[in-house]
């Protein structure tokens, strides 16, 4: 059995790893949406991994996104492309440990008993010749969180059953204890041994590729989005750009009689500062000179100079994971004079 967890987009990385240490199964299957930020950095995979080793979880990936898949990968965790890919690899490991556990557990007479003892092992006590390998017949990669140590198993004697004689006189002891279906025990055996030397050449005479990913990294500069806010919109249309709005009228009369003064009012555009902060583990950042910001009043900014943000830091060790943002403080000019 295994608990299949499903993350958001926008979960954290501490989110993924609280919900691994109260899985209810030792495996757990992880399933990534395109876009997740757990999956932005192979470090996060890392994590994710020394946290289900800490819990003694076994930790599978399963995540439709390609650049997720070979981030989880060469972390050394398993990955699937799709949940029910995941289901089938489940139902097929349940029916192989079935298989193995009937071919182990098989007894009663003294010809079951010499079969389980063929599957089990040879004269020296090692795995039978159908015995798959782990991490290496099952075509998935090697994980970390599996539990590696050799199952125990015990060779139990076959003992002879008293045997009774009720033939004719003159027949020799020997032929009257002969037993029954030697032919299909002799061929069973003889089909076992071939699919193991087939296992074993597979995994030793296929070739084999490592393949390494390497991404195209492109700067992109400031991208200006016009947003109309339209009173007639019932809902938001990112395509168009427009939002739904409110129209208030607030009337505003004034009257009176005042004296010139001869003075001349001159407007001046006004002054601020901007706190740019980056919680982001896996990027940094850099806001160039003229990047335009706004208030909720709808008055615009332009940054003076370009400002760096570093990546942000991770601390700690799981489950006390903390990430600690960095921060930058520049100074902004309105872009129109006026308060």
């Known amino acids: 059995m295994a608990t299949i967890v499903y993350l958001d987009a926008d979960d954290e990385i501490t989110s993924a790893a609280s919900r691994i240490r109260s899985a ?19 470090i996060n995979f ?12 076994r930790l599978d990936i399963v995540a439709p996104d390609a650049s997720a898949r070979a981030l989880a990968a060469s972390a050394g965790l398993p990955v699937f ?26 007894g009663g007479g003294p010809v079951a008993g010499a079969i389980g003892a063929a599957a089990v092992g040879g004269p020296t006590g090692g795995a039978g010749a159908g015995a ?30 008293a045997s009774h004689d009720y033939g004719a006189p003159g027949v020799e002891e020997g032929s009257r204890r002969r037993r029954p279906g030697r032919g299909p025990i002799a061929a069973l055996l003889v089909l076992l041994l071939v699919l193991g030397a087939g296992a074993v050449a597979a995994v030793t005479v296929l070739p084999s590729a490592d393949i390494t990913v390497t991404p195209h990294i492109e700067t992109i500069g400031p991208i200006s989005f016009t ?10 249309d990112p395509a168009a750009g427009v939002i739904p709005a409110t129209t208030l009228s607030i009337p505003v009369t004034a ?3 005042f004296k010139a003064t001869g003075k001349k009012v001159v407007r001046e555009k006004a002054k601020g500062a901007v706190r740019f902060t980056n919680c982001d583990p896996s990027a940094s950042y850099r806001i160039p000179a003229g990047t335009i910001v706004g208030t909720r ?16 830091v991770i601390a700690g060790t799981p489950p006390n994971i903390t990430v600690r943002c960095t921060t930058s403080e520049v100074t902004v000019t309105a872009d129109q004079a006026g308060e």
């Open 255 to 257: 009257s009176g009689e």
């Open 46 to 57: 890392r994590l994710l991994a020394r946290e289900a080793l800490a819990s003694g979880r």
């Open 227 to 236: 947003v109309t806010a339209d009173p007639a919109a019932t809902a938001v």
């Open 297 to 312: 009043g709808g008055t615009g900014f332009a940054v003076d100079e370009e400002t760096f943000l570093p990546v942000a």
């Open 132 to 161: 798959p390998i782990p991490g290496q017949g099952d075509g998935r990669p090697i994980d970390p969180s599996r539990d590696t140590v050799p199952t125990q198993r015990q060779r139990v004697p076959i003992t002879e059953p």
């Open 81 to 106: 492309a799709s949940v029910g890919e995941y289901e089938a690899a489940l139902d097929a490991d349940d029916a192989a440990a079935e298989t193995t556990a009937g071919a182990g557990a098989a």
């Open 24 to 42: 209810d199964d030792a495996r757990v299957g992880l399933v990534l949406p395109f876009g997740s930020r757990v999956a932005t950095s192979r």
